[in-house]
């Protein structure tokens, strides 16, 4: 069973490109977590997506950002724009039921590096 | 707001001792917890959890601790090995959707 996926790895972006994030979660899960991680720093919470639903973007910012979950293919968060502040770790975790019965379990990260 | 705060940035022991690192919270009204280890390049991997209806509970060589009354968790490692040298955090699951509220971490740093 394979792990939550996320790619690409490494994104270099030059500012006022898109970037564009995906994450395949574990399978069978249908709750999707994004976070933004800046260096030395802890993760931030930016959205809670289930299938076709945002459930809480409280953590997002409110222009160039945004995100979704189809009922098919992977989450993918997306940034407009991009400029140099948005350089940092994007992680993605997942889980079965999105309650407090369980933990989430995280990808890797996407390392966002903007020129 | 919510917040979860860590009070050592950086813990150095040496391998074969015993790690405590703490945790402050802020939210009273979370009622599950759980530890993250992070290594260098990589994701959060999980290490162990606790629901606040207990003070307690160990996984392998590792313990939580939960003091509700101050709102302080901690996790101890038994017999520090260098493979546990990483960032670890402490998250709180709280708020309307139940989302991971995370720490600022703290760096482990084992010593041969």
């Known amino acids: 069973n394979a792990g939550v996926m996320q790619n690409p790895r490494h994104l270099v972006r030059r500012r006022g490109q898109e970037a564009r994030l995906r994450c395949s979660p574990m399978?069978?899960?249908?709750?999707v977590y994004w976070y933004r991680q800046l260096p030395e720093e802890g993760l931030k919470f930016m959205v809670y997506l289930q299938k076709e639903n945002i459930i809480d973007e409280s953590g997002m910012p409110k222009e160039r950002f945004s995100a979704e979950f189809p009922k098919e293919g992977p989450s993918i968060l997306r940034i407009q724009q991009v400029v140099r502040g948005d350089s940092a770790a994007y992680f993605c975790?997942?889980?079965?039921?999105?309650?407090?019965?369980?933990?989430?379990?995280f990808g890797s990260g996407t390392q966002l590096s903007v020129l | 707001g919510e917040s979860v705060g860590l009070h050592l940035p950086t813990l150095s022991v040496q391998e074969g001792d015993n790690s405590i690192i703490n945790c402050a919270y802020s939210n009273s009204a979370s009622d599950y917890f759980i530890w993250y280890k992070q290594e260098s390049g990589k994701g959060p991997q999980f290490i162990i959890d606790?629901?606040?209806?207990?003070d307690k509970r160990q996984g392998q060589r590792v313990t939580v601790l939960l003091n509700k009354t101050v709102k302080h968790l901690s996790l101890q490692i038994a017999a520090t090995q260098p493979g546990d040298s990483a960032v670890y955090f402490c998250?709180?699951?709280?708020?309307?959707?139940?989302?991971?509220?995370f720490g600022t971490g703290t760096l482990l740093a084992v010593q041969p």
């Open positions: 998250a709180e699951v709280g708020g309307a959707t139940n989302k991971l509220i």
């Open positions: 399978k069978g899960h249908s709750h």
């Open positions: 975790a997942s889980s079965f039921q999105g309650t407090t019965n369980e933990k989430l379990f």
């Open positions: 606790i629901r606040s209806n207990m």
